[in-house]
């Protein structure tokens, strides 16, 4: 079964409003997830790199106050998309890797796909 | 940018074995080597991985060069459901460590 989820799976939200997309670790405490934005027919594109406790550290492009990445407890992090307009319109998805014990295997989220109309 | 690189697309006839290739000639000592497929609109799903031995699961096998430059994943007898977007990506087997995606190798199976 999974072991990382996300919710909501699908949102249409109308421009200029924000949207939170949650992920959570159902059978690990995940100290660090990983999110990712992917566009029709592209591959995925890191976003950020989510730590519990502590800022996020978002990767070279991504808009740190559009994009908002909660990480507050040790099984869900949040992106929030900020006034969000169509071209946000897009896959989201998330990971996350067992802290210990584990093979570095990227657990991922069945992804939310945004729709800002 | 990504570690890796894949050939855009591959087609194969069912029940045929699957061999899609990958490049990582700057791959580090502590990273892995793993594969994942991603069917449209869903997450990517684990396949495998592997360091340097070449690996076996109920899915797949995964041969490692011995420089590790380079490796390829084995669908021994693929199946339509077989059909998806095959990315690999080297890692280092912390929880911390980021991955990049490349643009994967779009696997048809036909009939």
């Known amino acids: 079964g999974a072991v990382v989820s996300q919710h909501p799976s699908w949102v249409i939200c109308k421009s200029g409003t924000s949207v939170k997309i949650e992920c959570r670790s159902l059978?690990?405490?995940?100290?660090?997830m990983f999110w990712y934005r992917q566009f029709p027919k592209q591959s995925l594109m890191l976003m950020a790199t989510?730590?519990?406790?502590?800022?996020?550290?978002?990767e070279q492009g991504v808009e740190k106050d559009k994009f908002l990445i909660n990480h507050a407890s040790l099984t869900l992090s949040t992106l929030t998309v900020t006034s969000a307009h169509p071209e946000d319109s897009s896959f989201y998805i998330c990971?996350?890797?067992?802290?210990?014990?584990?093979?570095?295997?990227?657990?991922f989220g069945e992804g939310s796909r945004l729709t800002v109309l | 940018d990504a570690k890796t690189t894949q050939p855009p697309s591959m087609d194969c006839a069912e029940g045929r074995a699957a061999n899609l290739p990958c490049n990582h000639s700057?791959?580090?000592?502590?990273?892995?080597v793993y594969w994942y497929r991603q069917i449209h609109s869903q997450g990517p799903q684990y396949i495998i991985h592997?360091?340097?031995n070449n690996e076996t699961n109920e899915m797949a096998s995964l041969i490692i060069t011995e420089d590790r430059k380079s490796s390829t994943l084995i669908l021994p007898h693929a199946t339509l459901r077989d059909t998806a977007v095959y990315y690999c990506?080297?890692?280092?087997?912390?929880?911390?460590?980021?991955?990049?995606f490349g643009d994967g190798t779009t696997l048809t199976v036909k009939p």
């Open positions: 989510s730590n519990e406790g502590s800022k996020a550290t978002y």
């Open positions: 990506i080297v890692r280092g087997n912390t929880n911390a460590g980021k991955s990049t």
């Open positions: 059978d690990f405490q995940a100290t660090t």
């Open positions: 700057t791959i580090s000592g502590n990273e892995y």
């Open positions: 990971s996350a890797s067992r802290p210990t014990g584990g093979t570095g295997e990227l657990f």
């Open positions: 592997g360091l340097k």
